[in-house]
């Protein structure tokens, strides 16, 4: 989703300078010069409290020291792969009853690195700017039952196929070929918290396969390289992502993914509303945002589309400095389209917390039929809605442990000679402890454009990564005040911004690429998958 927040400045408020179109006036912070954890909880503490009675943070000009932010762009952050072999195992059924299955089962992966990772800042995206990158993973096995979960063969604690040197870290955003030198890795371990391990807290649910996956990390921490590659192997299935920004106030992106060895798409548009209410930042999907669009262009489901709404989160424990974030509201995932005799839909039902004691992080769901004539399924938006009648299968678990399922309904809504027995056995659906991020692959910097993401940034990046904090803000200052400038210079000549990669009319919630976009986007499904060093070590 889009950042939070458009920084202008990390000096007092009266320095910060004009921004013509941001509504309303500028919230500051100024950097206190206490680079430690004290020091940034006070500063977190400042900005709360000059956020109460705000009706939109992510609205506002909000300016933030350099010192906390995250190193790393917000549109490299903000993307719905964090597991790309689900998302491209969706397509691998001929019954439509399991393709729903496998978009809940994607849904609840899509934002692994919130599980495993930690709430952090990133940068806040300038107007033009672009990331792109891809994934290449090793289709997912099944077993005989269709009722037992995939066989995952990538950053799974389940299997040993990731070498310790490609491990994806539990919040993974630097991977291969990222172009960083070594010693900016060890900058980036000794000095930062983008890869600290996770501490027991209330964002920590207690599972037997926690010993196994902080080995994991330690492995990773001290093997991880982030100037080599490996090269793709012959089974392996490419997963291309584009992401642009496409407005400034309001901070909105577009995305685009496609994995065509499967016949797959994804698309949306990231937008999104905060405020503080009590002591949390509760975050909602903007008038621009409509959810995630998952399209079939081939094979088994030809011309189904998957509708996936955001829910509502918020990031809790603000005051205390230990954050974690809880999810409300319900998740809706619709199929149109396609040949299926019956009309699929699924509720996933976030549980709400209790004001007392730790966050149990729990969750319900249905898959059920709906009659596309009847618009009364529009109105079944939690799991007591649905009538019993309609329910073709339960699930229900923990978002950050353990999701199990199991049909409940009649077989005969499987449209296909392979049908899913009744059981009132409960199977798992999804085990998200024992999943990590899949770390994707960035072309090196000096493949890339001016006003990609890393590229960009990357005279901030490098001196946060070697704690030179007040360089660091100088230089995002410069970034920030260049867009300015070319706002006021196309204001001067009344010209209108046109994104590069995405057609301009983004309404519907769902973009289009421009030819420029395609374009991309195909240049990153060739790319090669070897590096430099694979390339010299070949001839």
């Given at each position: 989703m889009v950042d939070t927040v458009v920084a202008d400045t990390p000096t007092a408020p009266e320095d910060v300078p004009v921004d013509d179109d941001a509504p309303g006036p500028a919230i500051s912070v100024p950097d206190s010069g206490d680079t430690g954890e004290v020091g940034k909880l006070r500063m977190i503490v400042q900005l709360v409290k000059k956020s109460?009675?705000?009706?939109?943070?992510?609205?506002?000009?909000?300016?933030?020291?350099?010192?906390?932010?995250?190193?790393?762009?917000?549109?490299?952050?903000?993307?719905?792969?964090?597991?790309?072999?689900?998302?491209?195992?969706?397509?691998?059924?001929?019954?439509?009853?399991?393709?729903?299955?496998?978009?809940?089962?994607?849904?609840?992966?899509?934002?692994?690195?919130?599980?495993?990772?930690?709430?952090?800042?990133?940068?806040?995206?300038?107007?033009?700017?672009?990331?792109?990158?891809?994934?290449?993973?090793?289709?997912?096995?099944?077993?005989?039952?269709?009722?037992?979960?995939?066989?995952?063969?990538?950053?799974?604690?389940?299997?040993?196929?990731?070498?310790p040197s490609t491990t994806a870290l539990p919040f993974e955003t630097l991977s291969v070929k990222s172009g960083h030198s070594e010693s900016s890795f060890k900058s980036i371990r000794n000095g930062l918290s983008l890869f600290t391990k996770i501490k027991p807290g209330p964002s920590t649910i207690p599972t037997p396969e926690e010993p196994a996956i902080e080995a994991a990390l330690s492995g990773s921490m001290s093997n991880l390289s982030l100037g080599s590659g490996e090269a793709r192997s012959s089974d392996h299935i490419r997963v291309a992502y584009l992401t642009e920004q496409v407005s400034h106030h309001p901070?909105?992106?577009?995305?685009?993914?496609?994995?065509?060895?499967?016949?797959?798409?994804?698309?949306?548009?990231?937008?999104?509303?905060?405020?503080?209410?009590?002591?949390?930042?509760?975050?909602?999907?903007?008038?621009?945002?409509?959810?995630?669009?998952?399209?079939?262009?081939?094979?088994?489901?030809?011309?189904?589309?998957?509708?996936?709404?955001?829910?509502?989160?918020?990031?809790?424990?603000?005051?205390?400095?230990?954050?974690?974030i809880t999810v409300a509201d319900s998740t809706i995932i619709t199929c149109t389209g396609g040949n299926g005799k019956q009309r699929l839909r699924a509720v996933i039902e976030y549980k709400d917390e209790s004001w007392i004691g730790k966050a149990h992080f729990l969750v319900e769901g249905v898959i059920h039929t709906y009659d596309e004539d009847d618009t009364e399924f529009e109105q079944w938006t939690k799991v007591k809605h649905v009538p019993q009648s309609y329910v073709l299968a339960h699930f229900e678990g923990c978002w950050r442990g353990q999701i199990r399922w199991r049909r409940t309904g009649s077989t005969s809504a499987s449209s296909s000679s392979v049908s899913l027995p009744i059981t009132s056995e409960y199977e798992t659906l999804v085990d998200l402890s024992a999943l990590q991020v899949v770390p994707k692959v960035v072309r090196p910097l000096q493949k890339q454009l001016p006003n990609e993401s890393r590229k960009l940034w990357d005279s901030v990046t490098s001196r946060l990564l070697n704690k030179e904090y007040s360089d660091a803000t100088k230089h995002k200052l410069v970034i920030e005040q260049r867009q300015r400038d070319e706002a006021n210079e196309r204001k001067r000549k009344g010209q209108e911004f046109i994104p590069h990669y995405f057609e301009k009319d983004i309404s519907s919630g769902v973009p289009t690429l421009t030819a420029e976009g395609w374009k991309a986007l195909e240049e990153e499904l060739q790319e090669s998958s070897l590096t430099e060093h694979d390339r010299r070590s070949a001839s």
């Open positions: 109460l009675g705000v009706k939109d943070i992510a609205a506002m000009r909000l300016s933030l020291p350099a010192s906390l932010l995250e190193p790393l762009p917000n549109l490299e952050y903000w993307h719905y792969l964090d597991r790309p072999d689900l998302f491209a195992a969706i397509n691998d059924h001929d019954d439509p009853f399991e393709r729903m299955v496998a978009v809940v089962r994607f849904t609840f992966t899509k934002d692994l690195k919130f599980i495993h990772g930690k709430v952090c800042k990133p940068y806040n995206s300038v107007l033009g700017e672009h990331f792109r990158s891809h994934w290449d993973v090793p289709p997912v096995h099944y077993s005989s039952d269709p009722a037992k979960r995939p066989i995952l063969r990538t950053h799974a604690t389940h299997t040993h196929s990731a070498p901070p909105v992106s577009a995305y685009y993914a496609s994995c065509p060895a499967r016949s797959i798409e994804m698309k949306g548009i990231d937008q999104i509303s905060s405020k503080v209410s009590g002591t949390a930042l509760r975050v909602a999907p903007g008038s621009f945002n409509k959810g995630i669009f998952i399209d079939i262009t081939g094979g088994p489901g030809e011309g189904e589309r998957y509708h996936v709404t955001h829910p509502v989160a918020s990031v809790n424990g603000i005051l205390r400095g230990n954050f974690y």
